[in-house]
C-alpha cells in the first residue's frame, strides 16, 4: 500500500492518473459515440432497431444514397461556400480590429473586451435577434437601408434563394470574429515591441513591417486560428436553425444541418450518420493540413 | 562638423520630466558613453536621437540636418538594443541583410556585405542559423552586425553588453572599440558600467535625472569631476566623503577627529563646511603618513589589497598595490597628495 502511495507521489504515477482519466474521458464521451456513429452510417437504422447495436448491415448502401440524392453537389457546395467565406471574412475583419485595438488609444481594452459580449447570448437568441432584424417587411435592416436610401423596396435576406446562404454566412461572420479579433490580439501583443523599433530603424515603413515582421512571427496562431473557426463554422448550428432552416429549398442548407434533418427530422439515422462520417474526414484533412504546417516551421 | 547636436532638449512622460535641458555636440568619428544609474534617462536620451521617442522642445540635428521630425527610418542611424532585437523568424544572414533588402540593393553588394561584416565579427560559420540557435555572445554580434552591414551615420548602443558573463563582456569591450576605430563612424554608448564609459569613450556624458551632471573626455571627468555626483559615479571602488571644514588659515582642511589638518596647497576661505572627497588608490600607506587608521576589513584580489577602516572616526577605503602584512585592529599611517583632495560644497554639491 505504501509502496503504492510512494509510486503516486514521487514517481510518475500521478502523471499516469490524470493521462488515465482523461483517456476515460475521451473514450466514453467522444470514442465511444464516435465509434457508434460510424458504425450506424454502415446500418439500416430506424426507429424500432435504434436501441439495439445488433442491425443489419447495409455495407456502403447509405453513402450511395447520400451522394445520389439530387440535393447533394448543391449542399456541398454550400457547405463550401459558407465555410470558406465566414473563414475568409472573419479573419480580415478579426485581423483589422485586433491591429486597430492595438493601437492603444483610451478605452482600447475596455471596448475590445465588449466585443464579447456577443457570446455570451445563445447562439439560437442570437439567430432570432437577426431574423427579426433581417425581416423582409418589418425589419430595422431594410428601413435602415432604406432610409439611407441604398435600396428602394423590401430585400428578403432570408427567403430570397440568391441571398439566404450570404446572409447566413455574414451573421456567422458577425458571430465569429470577437474570437478572431481576442486570440489575434493576444498573438500580436506577443511580439516584442522592440522588433518593430529594430525594423523601423532598418528602414520598414509601416507595410513593410506588417508584412516583413507581424505576418510571418503570427503564421502560426493564424493557421491554428483559421483551423479551428473553419470547424466552429463547420459545426454552426444554431444560427441556420434560427434563420432559415436551410431553406428556402436548400438554398442555404449545409452539411451540419442536412444531417440533423436527415436524422432527427425524416429518422433517416442511417443517412444522417452517413453524412456526418464525410464531414468528419474533412476535418480532420483540415486538422492535418494545420498539423502539417506548424510542425514544417519547427522544424525550419 | 559636429555629426550629432542636441540643443535644449526636454522630453515629458506626462507628469514626469525625463529630460531636462540636454545641450550635446557629437563631432564626426566620436565614440560618446552616457553613463548615469538606472531610470535617469540614458535610454530615453539614445530613443530621442533614434526617434523613436518623440522630444516635447529643444531640437536634434544629424549631420547638420534637423531631424525633429524625421521618422527614424529615414534618420540613417543603427542601433543595438539591450535585448538584441534580433528577427526570430531570420536566419542570421537574412537579419544582418534586412535593411539592404528593404532598400533594394543588388544582391552582389548585400552579399559582399555580409561577407564583411561576418568575417569582421567572426560569424561566418553561423549565416544559416536562427537566433535561438545562438549563444548571447553570438546574438550580441550578429546585433552589431546588422548594425555595420548599413554604413549609418551614426551608431547607437543601448548596453548591448549587459546580458553577457564577465568575462565576455571585457573582450567584447575591446572590439567595439576597435570596431568604431576600423569603421571611424560616430558612436553613442549608453551603460551604467562606468569602467565600460572609462575604457571605451573619447567623451562622457554623466546623466542624472534627466539632467547633465558633467560631461568630457574621461580622464577630465576622474580627475576633476564637477561635482560630488560625479566624483561618486566615477572611479572604483568609489570615493570616500568625509564631512569636514576648511581650517582657520584657509590652507587645510580637516574633519572631527583627524589628529593634524590636511594640506590644501591652495588657499580657501577660512573655516566653510565642506565635503572631502579622497579616492582609495590615491591613499597611500606610508610611515610618516599624517592620518592615522584603523583597520577593520582586508580583501586581496592577488593584484591588490583593499583595506577599509576608519580614519579620524570616519570610514574609509585605501587601496594598496604591495601586499602589506595586516590584521584587524592594526594601526596605519596614510599620505594623500594635496592636489588629490577633492572639495564640494555640502549644500550644492559642487567642486569648491
Ligand atoms: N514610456 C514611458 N512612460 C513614462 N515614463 C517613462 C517611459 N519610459 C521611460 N520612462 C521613465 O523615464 C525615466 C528614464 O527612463 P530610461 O529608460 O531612459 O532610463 P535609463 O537611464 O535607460 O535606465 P536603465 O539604466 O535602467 O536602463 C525612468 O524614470 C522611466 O520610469
Ligand atoms: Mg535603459
Redesign the pocket.
Known amino acids: 500500500m505504501n509502496r503504492a502511495l510512494d509510486f503516486v507521489r514521487d514517481r510518475s504515477g500521478f502523471e499516469m492518473i490524470l493521462i488515465g482519466l482523461s483517456a476515460v474521458y475521451l473514450f466514453l464521451f467522444a470514442g465511444a459515440p464516435f465509434v457508434f456513429n460510424v458504425l450506424m452510417s454502415f446500418q439500416k437504422v430506424d426507429l424500432f432497431n435504434i436501441a439495439s447495436i445488433d442491425r443489419p448491415f447495409v455495407g456502403f448502401a447509405n453513402y450511395q444514397k447520400i451522394l445520389a440524392n439530387p440535393d447533394f453537389w448543391l449542399i456541398v457546395r454550400n457547405t463550401v461556400v459558407f465555410v470558406a467565406l465566414s473563414s475568409v471574412c472573419q479573419l480580415a475583419g478579426g485581423f483589422a480590429l485586433a491591429l486597430f485595438f492595438m493601437q492603444d488609444f483610451a478605452g482600447a481594452s475596455w471596448l475590445r473586451g465588449l466585443f464579447l459580449a456577443a457570446w455570451i447570448t445563445p447562439g439560437y437568441a442570437i439567430g432570432q435577434v437577426w431574423k427579426w432584424m433581417l425581416a423582409g417587411d418589418t425589419g430595422i435592416a431594410n428601413y435602415f437601408l432604406r432610409s439611407l436610401h441604398i435600396i428602394d423596396g423590401p430585400v428578403y435576406w432570408l427567403s430570397d434563394p440568391s441571398l439566404a446562404l450570404l446572409t447566413i454566412t455574414f451573421v456567422n461572420v458577425w458571430l465569429g470574429i470577437p474570437f478572431y479579433l481576442l486570440l489575434i490580439s493576444v498573438g500580436l501583443s506577443a511580439i516584442p515591441r522592440d522588433l518593430y523599433e529594430a525594423a523601423e530603424l532598418d528602414g520598414a515603413n509601416a507595410v513593410q513591417r506588417f508584412c516583413g515582421i507581424t505576418l510571418p512571427l503570427m503564421r502560426d496562431t493564424l493557421l491554428a486560428l483559421v483551423a479551428l473557426g473553419a470547424i466552429l463554422t463547420l459545426q454552426q448550428f444554431d444560427l441556420i436553425a434560427a434563420l432559415t432552416a436551410g431553406g428556402p429549398v436548400n438554398s442555404s442548407n449545409v452539411a451540419q444541418f442536412w444531417s440533423w434533418q436527415l436524422s432527427f427530422q425524416s429518422y433517416q439515422i442511417g443517412l444522417g450518420s452517413a453524412v456526418s462520417v464525410l464531414m468528419l474526414l474533412v476535418v480532420v484533412v483540415i486538422a492535418s493540413i494545420y498539423v502539417a504546417a506548424t510542425r514544417s516551421e519547427r522544424a525550419a | 562638423m559636429n555629426q550629432v547636436e542636441l540643443s535644449a532638449v526636454e522630453k515629458h512622460?506626462?507628469e514626469?520630466h525625463?529630460l531636462r535641458n540636454i545641450d550635446l555636440s557629437i563631432p564626426e568619428g566620436a565614440f560618446v558613453a552616457l553613463i548615469?544609474?538606472?531610470?535617469?534617462?540614458?535610454?530615453?536620451?539614445l530613443r530621442s536621437i533614434a526617434g523613436l521617442e518623440q522630444i516635447s522642445s529643444g531640437t536634434i540635428s544629424i549631420a547638420g540636418e534637423r531631424v525633429n521630425d524625421v521618422p527614424p527610418r529615414r534618420r540613417d542611424v543603427a542601433m543595438v538594443f539591450q535585448s538584441y532585437a534580433l528577427y526570430p523568424h531570420m536566419d542570421v544572414e537574412r537579419n544582418m541583410t534586412y535593411s539592404l533588402r528593404l532598400r533594394r540593393r543588388s544582391a552582389d553588394l548585400i552579399a559582399a556585405a555580409v561577407r564583411e561584416a561576418a568575417a569582421t565579427l567572426n560569424l561566418s560559420g553561423l549565416l544559416g542559423r536562427y537566433p535561438r540557435e545562438l549563444s548571447g555572445g553570438q546574438r550580441q554580434r550578429v546585433a552589431m552586425g546588422r548594425a555595420i552591414v548599413r554604413h549609418p551615420k551614426v551608431f547607437l548602443f543601448d548596453?548591448p553588453l549587459s546580458n553577457l558573463d564577465a568575462e565576455l563582456r571585457v573582450k567584447m569591450r575591446g572590439e567595439v572599440r576597435a570596431l568604431h576605430e576600423r569603421l571611424g563612424a560616430t558612436s553613442i554608448y549608453?551603460t551604467?558600467d562606468q569602467i565600460e564609459a572609462m575604457t571605451m569613450a573619447d567623451h562622457i556624458v554623466v546623466?542624472k535625472a534627466?539632467r547633465i551632471e558633467q560631461q568630457g573626455p574621461p580622464l577630465a571627468l576622474y580627475d576633476r569631476p564637477a561635482n560630488r555626483f560625479v566624483a561618486g559615479f566615477i572611479g572604483s571602488p568609489s570615493i570616500n566623503f568625509i564631512e569636514g571644514a576648511v581650517t582657520a588659515d584657509g590652507g587645510h582642511v580637516t574633519w572631527e577627529g583627524l589628529e593634524r589638518p590636511l594640506s590644501l596647497g591652495r588657499r580657501l576661505s577660512a573655516a566653510q563646511r565642506v565635503q572631502i572627497g579622497l579616492r582609495p588608490e590615491h591613499l597611500a600607506v606610508a610611515t610618516d603618513g599624517t592620518m592615522a587608521m584603523v583597520v577593520d576589513t582586508i580583501e586581496r584580489t592577488g593584484s591588490q589589497t583593499i583595506i577599509l577602516g576608519r580614519c579620524g572616526g570616519q570610514p574609509m577605503t585605501v587601496i594598496d598595490h604591495g601586499r602589506p602584512v595586516l590584521a584587524r585592529g592594526d594601526n596605519l599611517r596614510l599620505a594623500v597628495a594635496p592636489d588629490h583632495i577633492h572639495l564640494f560644497d555640502p549644500d550644492s554639491g559642487a567642486a569648491v
Open positions: 512622460y506626462g514626469y525625463a548615469g544609474p538606472s531610470g535617469c534617462g540614458k535610454s530615453t536620451l548596453e549608453v551604467h546623466l534627466g
